[in-house]
């Protein structure tokens, strides 16, 4: 049973981490997704924002073109170097105002977004002729190469769209084309911020369903665990019920026999003796099967016969009829009240101290001490004994139904362990509490508390 009880747990574990996988891959292939999604909704809005900027300022547009018509000239007449020629094109003097401009077209087109852009010139290249080209300028984009925009970064941009631009010019009675080509970047602030927003929903099922299978999980493993312990109690009983009851039935099956003697039945001693015995061992039967059933019961089912009693001679008479079965057995009382009346069952109370004392001396005590006390509005009652003591650990488990304190695992003193369940069900029925206070082999004492 407990092997097959892990390998389901092991198999159960399993299931669910493969399943957590999976659905972490689809919140992943769908983050993905979005990602990809929103690039392209940008890069379609941005379209919006032309290549060479001339619905922005064609002013500045015819400025760029004439800046770059004097860096030719300059570079063709050699009054100019290619880095000088580069620098020159970077460090224009009107980068911060078309970068201005670009920037407030993208606040009014693109109001939901905060965007920041960085335009980098990848090629400077002047042809005399198709087949002679003088490549002033060519690299890969760097934001070094920045001609306009704010990002300090090209890492975590991405393309937008090149532009390719051609311009005739003409020096000293030749033609040449320049062929310019710059790309446009982008970065969207927050954009990570964006698209977990627009896969809040999806994120939340997700996050719903694996806490769902969670969930689901431990109350599975619980309910196993405890079906488990339940089969365990259920086998415990079972053994410990069929020893109980195996002593009585065999001492009526020895005594039956002998009845069936003649001589047995002609001597009137022997045969009263056997009688007796029959009659013991029926009433010990009797008490096994009366006990089961009254333990049976929840506390709110017990039918409580209440009356005013007089708690100390009640109790005191409970001790007297305890010392007849037990004489061997040094009991002391040490009454702190006189004249106490609460209202009790008589029959279930005194079955729940007897219970308590037999306990006490079935492990061990030959000394016991019976207390009471007025604390406040409530009336205790306080059995301590000298007997072997039970561990902290095992403390909290004394009332509950079937459990019997164990050495190793082996249970010593035989029981069905419903002794103390029937004394808190009692108690409990009364509207009072019983607590217990215990070291392993120093004695233990058992309070009983009662609403005056």
């Known amino acids: 049973m407990k092997q097959r009880i892990n390998l389901l747990i092991a198999f159960s574990v399993v299931a669910l981490i493969v399943l957590t996988t999976v659905q972490c891959y689809l919140v992943k ?61 970077i460090e224009n003097d009107f980068n911060d105002i078309l970068t ?15 965007i920041d852009f960085a335009i980098v010139l990848n090629k400077f290249i002047l042809y005399k002729n198709p087949q002679k080209a003088d490549t002033i300028f060519s690299e890969k984009p760097f934001i070094q190469n920045k001609l306009y925009g704010n990002l300090a970064s090209l890492n975590h941009s991405f393309l937008v769209r090149n532009y390719v631009g051609t311009t005739n010019v003409t020096f000293d009675n030749q033609d040449y084309k320049l062929l310019t080509e710059d790309s446009m970047y982008v970065s969207v602030v927050d954009w990570e911020l964006i698209i977990m927003r627009r896969m809040a929903v999806i994120l939340i099922l997700s996050l719903f369903s694996i806490a769902t299978l969670i969930t689901l999980f431990v109350i599975a493993i619980k309910a196993l665990i405890k079906q488990k312990k339940v089969s365990d109690v259920k086998t415990d009983f079972i053994n410990n019920i069929t020893h109980e009851l195996k002593t009585p039935l065999a001492t009526l099956g020895i005594s039956t026999k002998i009845l069936e003697q003649k001589d047995i039945r002609e001597n009137d001693e022997n045969f009263n003796a056997i009688i007796n015995t029959i009659s013991r061992q029926n009433n010990r039967l009797q008490s096994l099967i009366d006990q089961v059933l009254a333990n049976s019961l929840a506390e709110n089912e017990i039918e409580l016969q209440k009356e005013k009693i007089n708690t100390e001679e009640f109790l005191f008479s409970i001790i007297e009829d305890f010392k007849i079965g037990y004489p061997k057995i040094d009991i002391e009382t040490d009454f702190q ?44 009652v306080s059995i301590e004994d000298n007997g072997i003591g039970i561990s902290k650990n095992k403390q909290a488990l004394l009332f509950e139904k079937f459990y019997r304190v164990e050495q190793g695992n082996l249970h010593n003193t035989k029981g069905l362990g419903l002794g ?7 108690v409990k029925a009364h509207h009072g509490s019983v607590a217990v206070m215990s070291d392993l082999g120093k004695g233990a004492v058992f309070t009983f508390m009662f609403k005056v």
């Open 420 to 426: 103390l369940y029937y004394v808190n069900q009692i």
């Open 29 to 89: 292939t769908a983050y993905d997704y979005k990602v990809a999604q929103f690039h392209t909704q940008i890069k379609n809005e941005i379209a919006g924002v032309t290549n060479n900027y001339s619905d922005i300022d064609s002013a500045l547009v015819s400025k760029k073109e004439a800046l770059y018509k004097i860096l030719c000239e300059s570079y063709i007449h050699g009054k100019k170097s290619k880095n000088e020629i580069k620098k020159e094109m």
């Open 100 to 114: 201005q401009r670009i920037k407030r077209k993208f606040e009014r087109d693109l109001p939901n977004f905060k």
């Open 337 to 380: 009240t006189q004249k106490t009346v609460l209202v009790l069952d008589k029959f279930h109370l005194t079955t729940a101290i007897l219970n308590v004392l037999e306990n006490a001396v079935k492990y061990g005590s030959t000394k016991i001490s019976v207390k009471t006390k007025n604390h406040h509005d409530q009336f205790s």
